[in-house]
Structure formats: structure tokens, C-alpha cells
């Protein structure tokens, strides 16, 4: 009997201290860790895409060397800054992190803009297909850093308020608060691509 109400009494605790919430902080920790790796899958597939996009534009217009070379670099530093959970309370580290994505960002829209003064390229059923695919990634990123930026704001929000500031305090006094993705929104949209009509060749004598 005596180790029967012992349960019952271990049992009306726990479930007392999740009423409390006390379950909420961790809950909304791994939730945001998760919607980051969400992030970090887009923004590999991006990286992913850029060799072949830079490899296509290279067969045709080999002459944009400075273009393609920036490209190419920007994609090497975006690959090597790197995110794990230990460092998303760091905004320095996320700071340098959202800078390298933010230039490769910038220079694939340089690229692709380049791109429209070449028919071969705008005609290119694999270029095209490139292109879409790293639009449709672009569109990605922006959901994934968007719900991520949700998931720490939750996590962010629950830590501060009461009752659960008490177990942040105290259980989980480790957690600390997490940084948001806070690029400009030129830095978040998709590289714009207009297919203007590539400058007419000069007529003949």
C-alpha cells in the first residue's frame, strides 16, 4: 500500500510540474534547433546547385570570369561558416553565418542577371532548369528562416514569462536565448531576373 501511494504521489508530481510547464523549455529548444536544421538543409541545396549553375554559364560565357570567380568564392565561404546548436545563442557567430549566405545571395543574383545578355544561356533547357531550381530554393530559405525566426521567438518568449522563467532560472539555467536570422530583406529575396532583350548586334555596312 505504501509503495502504491508512493506512485500516486510521484505521479500527481509530474503531472503538477507539467502543468507548470516545466516540460516547455526544452520542448521550444529542440523545436527551434530543429526548424534550423530546416534552414541549414536549404541552404546546402542551394550550394549544391551553384556548381552546375557556374559550369553552364562558364560553357557559354566563359568571358564573365569575375562574376564566376565571385560566385565560386562566395559559395566556398558560405559552405565553410558554419551553424551547429552550441553556437545559435552566439550573434557574432550568426552575424558571420547570415554575411557569407548573404553574399553568395548577392553574387548568384549578379550571375544571373549577367546571364540574360547571352541567348544561348536563356534558351538553354539545362540553364533554365537550374535557374528554376534555385529560385524554388531561394523561396525555401525564406520559409525555413522564417519559421525558424518563430521557433526562437516562442523559445525566446517562454523562457521570460512565468511560470516558466522559473524552471529557466533553475533547471535550465544553461538555455540561453537564441539568435534570430535579422538580414536586411533585399538579403532574403530571391535573386530578380527580368529576361531583357540582350542588346541588338550592329547592323552591317
Known amino acids: 500500500m505504501k509503495r502504491l501511494m508512493k506512485m500516486i504521489a510521484v505521479a500527481a508530481l509530474a503531472v503538477s510540474l507539467a502543468g507548470c510547464g516545466i516540460n516547455a523549455i526544452p520542448t521550444a529548444e529542440e523545436a527551434a534547433k530543429a526548424k534550423f536544421a530546416d534552414v541549414q538543409a536549404q541552404y546546402q541545396r542551394r550550394a549544391d546547385l551553384v556548381p552546375n549553375l557556374v559550369a553552364t554559364v562558364q560553357g557559354v560565357a566563359a568571358q564573365e570570369r569575375t562574376v564566376l570567380v565571385e560566385v565560386t568564392e562566395a559559395r566556398a565561404k558560405a559552405t565553410s561558416v558554419t551553424l551547429d546548436a552550441s553556437t545559435l545563442t552566439d550573434p557574432a557567430k550568426m552575424a558571420e553565418f547570415e554575411a557569407a549566405q548573404s553574399r553568395l545571395s548577392g553574387a548568384l543574383g549578379r550571375l544571373l542577371v549577367v546571364s540574360e545578355q547571352y541567348p544561348q544561356l536563356k534558351s538553354s533547357e539545362s540553364f533554365l532548369a537550374l535557374q528554376s531550381q534555385l529560385e524554388g530554393t531561394e523561396n525555401r530559405i525564406a520559409v525555413a528562416r522564417r519559421d525558424y525566426n518563430e521557433s526562437v521567438r516562442a523559445f525566446n518568449t517562454v523562457r521570460r514569462t512565468f511560470p516558466t522563467s ?15 536570422f535579422a538580414a536586411s530583406e533585399a538579403a532574403q529575396q530571391a535573386p530578380s531576373v527580368s529576361f531583357a532583350p540582350a542588346p541588338a548586334a550592329p547592323a552591317k555596312p
Open 166 to 180: 522559473i524552471w529557466a532560472s533553475t533547471l535550465y539555467s544553461s538555455s540561453k536565448a537564441m539568435e534570430p
